[in-house]
């Protein structure tokens, strides 16, 4: 399978600012932000309704809860965090000084250091930096800011570094070859805890992809398995920012988004998590974004997949550079390490958008910092940072026990979250669900937004869990008709064996239908939660652009909702066409289901 990737910050103007109303005089908020002067500013690390640099209040206590941990000395020392992106300006200033003694791997074959992961084009590739920084920038330096891991090693990987064109930009190293290399196959890997993905897919289809094969999805999880002396590599990777977009076509009058004002106005999301196979893998951990507010990022992609959230933030552009655009343009942002100096990166002379940017700033005039970082691409090294916190408290912890002191500690947020509906009450999306074991779940935000205190302090004394039990595909073929509302079309699995707690749930189901957009899937666990895989009216499928007759589509998908729960029995996929008036003839069938159920 062919992808096209891109580093998952928001790329427009809308969404790669951040500002708030900056004082010129500032407050050093305690003993050690006058170790990192731009501290004060990290909102997502200590959030009391400080100023931001931004225009909209923040609202306190929505941060990551790690300011207690840092007093008491835990800051991510020994744990190493691979950043898998377009690139890491090593000399920077503010990570140099714990940058792995072997800095990562650089893919170009003629580059004078294949162990300098520093981008060629610093301009165009900033964006590796800027994660780095959110992650693991150094701590009490006396410069910037402070990583969510402050002590933790970095290395980098240009998998996606890119060069300019004369038509926009190319990725130059973006193979699976390359990607195995990072996540498991290269030397330069072998030290690595926790790998780091803000990266997604960018180019995409508006019908169903065809997605990694089961084959395929078992391959990478046991190389990443087999990483940390056989513990597991923490993989932490961003949900994707399609909540809002999708694809574009170029057609006679002008380039179209795939998702459609129907789309959008549903309020559905236009390109779900899960459609990015990666986003499935039993190793990874899905994390969407979280505005300063506590609520989802407007782009932030949902879907069972997810696992937990972090902080994107918004746009952040302040008005009195930039008026005139919409509402969450300035909302706060994150505040992170740029390429240094004021030629090259996001931050430079020529274009001022915040009180940070430039060398007129009255803040820091180095430009070796941004506050105009965004996306699940900043959500995710805070993850990815709160894994290292973790693995400094008990470095024995597997993946998969890691993967479940996020979930067990996360807070819940947004706890009002309501359900998306028809305009005849029928829900396409739910809010917050509990399960059958008592764990609180939404497609908006996994378990929620990651607690670190909480997490290290469970994590000190965590017993792992017991030994894996995986149950295999099982599979379910019969072509059924797809019904509309009050009936709904059922495929059943009887799983006779399998885990008696469950950690995760893969699925996938092929069908044939006239406009496969319209079609609601559900997957029902033997205890009766109901977890939507597949939301009807996403940008997934024919119909809309796909003007064929009929449209036949494998996808496999996952769901973290039913964590904790017994997973034998029978388990229910029920598809319904939402869009079928009732009484109408059927529009395509379901032709089958696979299932496949990971826990202990």
């Not at 046991?222 to 949900?239: E, F, P, W």
């Not at 869009?579 to 003839?585: E, K």
Request: net charge neutral; hydrophobic share 35%.
């Amino acid at each position: 399978m062919t992808y096209t990737h891109a580093p998952l910050r928001r790329l427009n103007r809308l969404a790669i600012a951040t500002a708030l109303i900056l004082s010129t005089s500032i407050s050093v908020a305690n003993a050690q932000d006058a170790g990192d002067p731009l501290a004060v500013y990290q909102w997502h690390l200590k959030n009391t309704g400080q100023r931001a640099i931004a225009d909209t209040p923040l609202v306190s206590g929505n941060d990551l809860n790690v300011d207690g941990l840092y007093r008491n000395n835990i800051r991510g020392e020994g744990v190493t965090i691979g950043i898998i992106d377009n690139g890491l300006q090593i000399a920077h200033p503010d990570l140099r000084a714990h940058v792995g003694r072997i800095a990562g791997r650089n893919f170009n074959p003629n580059a004078r250091n294949r162990n300098d992961p520093t981008p060629l084009n610093p301009t165009l590739n900033a964006h590796g930096t800027m994660v780095g920084g959110i992650a693991a920038a150094v701590g009490g330096n006396g410069i910037g800011v402070r990583g969510v891991a402050p002590s933790a090693t970095l290395k980098g990987f240009n998998w996606l570094e890119s060069k300019p064109t004369k038509s926009g930009s190319i990725t130059l190293y973006a193979s699976e070859e390359n990607l195995s290399y990072a996540w498991w196959d290269g030397q330069e890997s072998a030290d690595i805890d926790v790998f780091n993905n803000s990266w997604g897919l960018s180019s995409v289809s508006p019908n169903l992809p065809v997605g990694s094969s089961t084959n395929d999805q078992l391959s990478y999880e046991r190389a990443m398995s087999s990483t940390r002396s056989g513990r597991g590599g923490i993989y932490v990777k961003a949900a994707g920012n399609n909540f809002t977009n999708a694809a574009t076509r170029k057609t006679a009058f002008g380039v179209l988004d795939s998702c459609s004002y129907q789309t959008k106005q549903l309020n559905v999301g236009c390109l779900p998590a899960g459609h990015d196979p990666r986003n499935n893998y039993f190793n990874t951990i899905t994390v969407g974004a979280v505005a300063a507010d506590g609520r989802r990022s407007s782009y932030s992609s949902t879907g069972s997949a997810l696992w937990v959230s972090g902080f994107g933030g918004e746009g952040g552009i302040q008005k009195k550079y930039e008026p005139g655009l919409a509402p969450n343009s300035y909302d706060p942002a994150i505040i992170t390490t740029d390429i240094a100096g004021c030629e090259d990166g996001t931050n430079i002379n020529k274009n001022r958008e915040d009180d940070l940017d430039s060398n007129l700033s009255l803040i820091d005039r180095s430009c070796d910092y941004t506050a105009k970082m965004n996306g699940t691409s900043a959500a995710a090294p805070m993850v990815s940072g709160v894994a290292a916190l973790i693995l400094e408290a008990n470095p024995q912890l597997s993946f998969r026990d890691v993967k479940y002191v996020l979930a067990v500690t996360a807070r819940k947020t947004d706890p009002q979250q309501v359900s998306t509906r028809l305009s005849d009450g029928r829900e396409l999306v739910p809010g917050w669900i509990t399960n059958a074991a008592g764990h609180a779940f939404s497609n908006w935000y996994g378990f929620g937004v990651v607690d670190a205190a909480r997490a290290v302090h469970l994590a000190s004394t965590f017993q792992p869990l017991g030994a894996l039990v995986d149950t295999g595909w099982h599979t379910v073929r019969r072509q059924v008709s797809i019904s509309s509302v009050p009936r709904t079309t059922r495929l059943k699995i009887e799983m006779p064996d399998g885990a008696r707690k469950i950690e995760a749930v893969q699925l996938g189901f092929s069908l044939d239908h006239v406009n496969s957009r319209l079609v609601e899937f559900v997957l029902i666990s033997p205890s009766g939660t109901r977890s939507v895989v597949q939301p009807a009216y996403t940008a997934i499928g024919s119909g809309f652009w796909n003007k064929q007759a009929s449209f036949s589509a494998w996808q496999l998908l996952s769901s973290n909702a039913f964590l904790d729960e017994n997973g034998k029995g029978t388990w229910t996929l029920e598809a319904t066409d939402m869009g079928r008036p009732a009484g109408a003839a059927s529009r395509g069938k379901l032709e089958s289901f696979t299932l496949r159920i990971l826990g202990h």
